[in-house]
């Protein structure tokens, strides 16, 4: 599932350094992240949680970014891959296995779903200062 998001923006503006401060952003929350451009042009900025625990009980943040600039409007779709299928096939397995996890997963989820709304609030914030964030 992915959201979209449209902004107007200046004719200096450049999609490659906002996903490299997009990047950044993401390492300073302590997640890897790398930029892939497209054959299209587009631009991802991939990221995810390293730790090996999280991912193991499903509470890791992953998310993968998109952005293409054309005509002075920015497009950026933040989704979220495959957490959510994994998440419900993870807490089914741990709900049986171990209850304690209920609460974990709980707090997984939220967090997730919050996660893009960081994303957005982090490129709003950039575009509003000109890219000085």
């Known amino acids: 599932m992915s959201s979209t998001r449209r902004y107007k923006v ?3 503006f450049s999609a490659a350094k906002l996903a490299e ?3 950044m952003f993401l390492a ?3 997640l890897e992240s790398q930029v892939v451009t497209s054959d299209n042009g587009f631009l991802y900025v991939q990221a ?3 730790s090996t625990l999280k991912s193991a009980f499903g509470l890791d943040k992953t998310a993968q970014i998109e952005i293409s600039y054309t005509d002075d409007i920015l ?3 933040v989704g979220s891959g495959d957490w959510l299928a994994k998440k419900a ?3 089914i397995i741990w709900h049986l296995i171990w209850p304690p996890m209920i609460f974990a997963s709980i707090v997984g989820a939220a967090s997730q779903s919050a996660f893009p709304d960081e994303i957005f609030g982090f490129i709003h914030r950039y575009l509003s200062s ?3 964030v």
Do not use: L
């Open 130 to 132: 000109n890219g000085r």
């Open 21 to 23: 401060s997009i990047e």
């Open 75 to 77: 497009t950026a779709s």
């Open 48 to 50: 995810r949680e390293s």
């Open 89 to 91: 096939i993870t807490g």
């Open 10 to 12: 200046s004719g200096n």
């Open 28 to 30: 300073g929350k302590g």
